[in-house]
């Protein structure tokens, strides 16, 4: 099992700039995708980002050049460097980690309880 925490929601102006943590605990060697997803009133959840193992990214196309991810899989946590704000970007913003025993071949997927980003002047 898997336990996802996450951290560094809150206000910000348009513009501005919010960096996201989110900490694995648990059976974390397991772990393989770690990302974002977000979800606002009225609105589908959406991707924002995703990180491999390796490194490799993918962007929701709304927040790509402003989002970028990260991860330190010595910690297993996964950050979300926002920048350029807008309050379109307003939404609950959800840690997700899956589990895979191969390649596409999940096995497991874990969510944070979400954390509120308001962008707003």
């Known amino acids: 099992q898997v336990q996802l925490v996450e951290s560094g929601g809150g206000l910000v102006q348009p513009g501005g700039s919010l960096r996201l943590s989110c900490a694995a605990s648990?059976?974390?060697?397991?772990?393989?995708?770690m990302g974002w997803y977000r979800q606002a009133p009225g609105k589908q959840r959406e991707l924002v980002a995703l990180?491999?193992?390796?490194?490799?990214?993918n962007y929701g196309d709304s927040v790509k050049g402003r989002f970028t991810i990260s991860r330190d899989n010595a910690k297993m946590t996964v950050y979300l460097q926002m920048r350029s704000l807008k309050p379109e970007d307003t939404a609950v913003y959800y840690c997700?980690?899956?589990?895979?025993?191969?390649?596409?071949?999940?096995?497991?997927?874990?969510w944070g309880q979400g954390t509120q980003v308001t962008v707003s002047s």
């Open positions: 997700y980690a899956d589990q895979a025993v191969g390649p596409a071949l999940r096995v497991a997927e874990y």
């Open positions: 648990g059976s974390i060697s397991s772990i393989y995708d």
């Open positions: 990180i491999t193992p390796g490194g490799s990214t």
